[in-house]
């Protein structure tokens, strides 16, 4: 989840971390600051901001690059919302600590808008086809995680394995009876078992705004297309289940506000693949442009769609027969 972009491979798009994002910040993060004070934690983000902001100068980059395509914000205004971005990921890091051990019920009183939320979703339920639920890499998805886990469903969340060294906390994070973490593209079955949680009546979350390999589908963001993993899409379909949008924005330093948007629904032509990824796009779109600073990407995103073109059209011009 969290890192940068190398240049593109041949089968996907390859992830690796930055020198900030090892076990050993992850393990003074979780050594120190459960030991702070609350109001001690914004000079300490502060100064970790501007280290890490003046020590990463592709990620510094990347983030202005996406933000003046978010914002149309260019020159010093850019820089500033890239900042902020950084002070941000820095609250989201910290957040861990308020995560372990896992205890849903603590993890509920600090967002807002939950009991609104839990009668949308208990609605959506109540169909009894399941609920395929979407999210972005905004705010702070794991906090979602721990609202979605109270509402007496499992909850089945798939995520690429990660390279990260915090890939052990973020375990520890989500490690209650009630979710259940599926690891993307390790099993050709995934899709069949997902299919039948839904139709138990179970929660499937799949982060929707970053696609690692087929099947994909494209999208406009922001007046450029952008490839989607199109899984969310497909499950729909296949079980009838509807489709929820739900991100968590940091709020302050320890609050947040659960966010939803939808139904979507997904019907049995083909092109309701296409259609459903469009309105998730326009919908991702419009929660984006609320909170440009909390979309946490520390890559290129359209450079990165740019550069996978480019290698899709060298392969097809050496394939045998041109």
């Not at 906390?169 to 973490?181: C, I, K, L, S």
């Not at 899409?233 to 948007?261: E, K, M, N, Q, T």
């Not at 259609?275 to 440009?292: G, L, W």
Request: proline share 6%; charged share 25%.
């Amino acid at each position: 989840m969290h890192g940068s972009i190398r240049a593109p491979r041949s089968d996907a798009v390859r992830w690796y971390t930055h020198g900030w994002n090892r076990d050993l910040s992850w393990r003074l993060i979780h050594a120190i600051i459960p030991r702070v004070p609350r109001f001690l934690r914004p000079p300490i983000h502060l100064a970790t901001t501007l280290l890490c902001f003046a020590a990463m100068p592709r990620e510094r980059r990347a983030a202005r690059l996406n933000l003046t395509r978010i914002t149309g914000r260019r020159g010093l205004a850019s820089r500033l919302l890239a900042f902020r971005l950084f002070y941000n990921f820095s609250k989201f890091m910290v957040s861990y600590t308020d995560l372990l051990p896992f205890r849903p019920e603590a993890a509920a009183r600090r967002v807002e808008g939950g009991e609104a939320a839990t009668r949308t979703i208990e609605g959506l339920l109540a169909e009894g086809r399941g609920l395929v639920v979407v999210t972005l890499h905004l705010g702070n998805w794991e906090m979602g995680l721990a609202f979605l886990s109270r509402l007496g469903r499992k909850v089945n969340v798939v995520l690429r394995p990660e390279e990260a060294g915090s890939s052990r906390w973020e375990e520890r994070a989500r490690a209650h009876p009630g979710v259940r973490t599926i690891a993307a593209g390790r099993s050709a079955w995934n899709g069949v078992d997902l299919l039948l949680a839904l139709r138990r009546g179970e929660v499937v979350a799949v982060q929707g705004d970053r696609a690692m390999g087929p099947p994909e589908r494209r999208a406009a963001l922001f007046g450029a297309p952008l490839r989607l993993p199109a899984g969310p899409f497909l499950l729909a379909r296949a079980s009838g289940a509807p489709i929820l949008i739900v991100c968590v924005p940091i709020i302050g330093h320890w609050r947040y506000r659960i966010v939803l948007d939808g139904p979507l629904r997904v019907g049995l032509e083909e092109s309701s693949l296409q259609a459903a990824a469009d309105e998730f796009a326009r919908r991702a779109e419009a929660i984006v442009a609320r909170y440009p600073t909390q979309w946490f990407n520390f890559f290129e995103l359209w450079d990165a769609e740019s550069a996978a073109d480019r290698q899709a059209g060298a392969r097809s011009a050496t394939a045998p027969g041109r």
